[in-house]
């Protein structure tokens, strides 16, 4: 039999742990999610931005607008969908009888 590796998984969305953390017990799950929320922030400066510069007329490309703008709304409906599913998770453990 070949041996086979088990790598660790990669959090989704490009989200990579604090330089020097121990990815078995370093970045906690709260950190994660606090980097999460600040890419998505970064996302939404970001397409305020470039509407803000398309609307002025400082640039004409419409096509990287929409992009910037996109990829925020991507990103919030992500962090959205991530969230419900988080309370739905904290409902159902309330529910559980003790």
Do not use: C, H, W
Request: aromatic share 6%; net charge neutral; hydrophobic share 40%.
């Amino acid at each position: 039999m070949s041996d086979f590796r088990i790598l660790p998984a990669k959090p989704p969305g490009g989200i990579v742990p604090k330089a020097g953390a121990d990815p078995v017990g370093g970045a906690g799950f709260g950190d994660l999610l606090r980097q999460a929320v600040g890419q998505v922030n970064q996302l939404q400066q970001a397409a305020d931005t470039a509407t803000q510069e398309f609307s002025v007329g400082r640039t004409q490309d419409v096509a990287s607008t929409l992009i910037a703008i996109e990829k925020a709304n991507l990103g919030f409906q992500l962090t959205l969908q991530i969230r419900n599913k988080l309370l739905e998770a904290y409902q159902e453990i309330m529910r559980t009888p003790v």
